[in-house]
């Protein structure tokens, strides 16, 4: 059978690429075309993404806006790869401002659409939901309050549980020891802060600087950045001559073995929490797209370990409060407050609990078999 998947940010590579190597070991004989990331083409080897990731990471109304005309480029490319392709099932993964009008013009080509992760519309743009339901054929969601959102909704939806927890599993094994990752990335003995400023270039624009001023306070300690492989190495040089070291996919190494981090809101936050790392949680966009935002957003917390648990586990820092000494204060109570940072890590397990158990990845691969299987019959 033939499988189309779209994925536009580093989080929806990993999770497709783990769906495909499912997906594999169903159906052998499965051909993919996609567009992705590296780890989707190391699955694939041989086949390479119609449009990489890089090309399509922007954050933000304003971001969005100044690149409109790269957006309308991927997506006629990516509809004529599509036709070409003639794919069994059309699988979209997350990215919701590119793939729910993917949605729309694959159905009224009369292309299967299956959904991958739901779009936040429990957090904003709730009219979305009508579009799902028109326009896909099954919605697989990975964060447990959203069944019964959709349910609010009359939609059946398939909670499958969190892939996080499969592609931690499955990378534990694999991860250099504590040792190796030292001398590997020529990192001192200190105890290790992990700085992670996310993978967009607006991103580290806007809060690495202002994670990186606390690093005069902590001089026990290395601060040590996971860069993204989807930027240029130029954008971490400076840090090289301040003695602040960058380790490229590694990023569970470091949070393996570090003491606390700094960490930029999104799916790595759920990450260090599986890797029971305490951590202090930032955010910061343009003042515009903020203001929009606000007006728009309709949730009490930016970061998914606080969202899941519906209470403030996590500390977060948005906007004007992403400041170096608020950053700092955290730091020093996860790093010097044994029952502050206890509660923490014991609510990181109750979060686990939540998530639904191990499996999300067979699961869905296991739906995707049987709908492009339908479409051959």
Not at 5 to 21: P, Q, R
Not at 51 to 72: E, P, S, Y
Not at 258 to 267: D, F, L, R, Y
Request: net charge positive; with cysteine; hydrophobic share 45%.
């Amino acid at each position: 059978m033939k499988y189309y998947f779209i994925a536009g940010e580093a989080s929806g590579d990993l999770h497709a690429s783990n769906c495909m190597k499912e997906i594999l070991q169903i159906d052998p004989l499965a051909v993919f075309a996609f567009t992705g990331g590296d780890l989707m083409e190391n699955v694939c080897r041989t086949v390479k993404a119609d449009i990489h990731v890089r090309q399509m990471a922007f954050m933000g109304f304003v971001d969005v806006l100044k690149n409109i005309i790269t957006i309308r480029k991927n997506f006629k490319t990516v509809k004529e790869e599509i036709l070409k392709f003639e794919p069994d099932v059309l699988v979209l993964v997350d990215y919701p401002g590119f793939n729910l009008r993917m949605a729309k013009w694959a159905f009224e080509q009369g292309i299967k659409v299956d959904y991958y992760i739901s779009p936040t519309v429990w957090a904003w743009k709730e009219n979305r939901v009508e579009i799902i339901k028109k326009y896909t054929n099954k919605l697989f969601v990975i964060l447990p309050f959203e069944e019964a959102f959709y349910q609010k909704h009359q939609h059946k939806v398939y909670f499958i549980g969190h892939p996080l927890i499969d592609a931690i599993q499955s990378q534990k094994a694999t991860l250099k020891s504590k040792e190796n990752f030292i001398r590997f990335n020529s990192l001192s003995d200190k105890p290790m802060i992990a700085v992670l400023p996310g993978s967009r270039v607006q991103e580290i624009e806007r809060m690495l600087g202002i994670m990186l001023e606390v690093t005069k306070e902590f001089k026990d300690y290395q601060f040590v950045v996971a860069g993204a492989t989807s930027l240029p190495a130029l954008n971490y040089a400076p840090l090289h001559q301040h003695g602040i070291k960058v380790v490229f996919n590694q990023t569970y190494e470091l949070m393996n073995y570090a003491q606390a981090g700094i960490i930029k809101s999104g799916t790595s936050t759920l990450e260090c929490a599986l890797f029971k790392l305490p951590q202090v949680v930032c955010y910061k966009s343009g003042a515009l797209s903020f203001a929009i935002g606000k007006q728009l957003v309709k949730i009490k917390y930016i970061s998914l370990v606080n969202l899941i648990m519906d209470k403030p586990i996590v500390k977060e820092l948005v906007q004007n409060d992403l400041t170096a000494k608020n950053i700092s204060n955290e730091l020093m109570k996860l790093l010097n407050d044994a029952t502050y940072r206890n509660q923490m890590l014991s609510a990181y397990d109750a979060l686990v609990d939540q998530l639904g158990g191990s499996g999300a990845s067979k699961k869905i691969a296991k739906y995707l078999v049987e709908d492009a299987a339908e479409n051959k019959r």
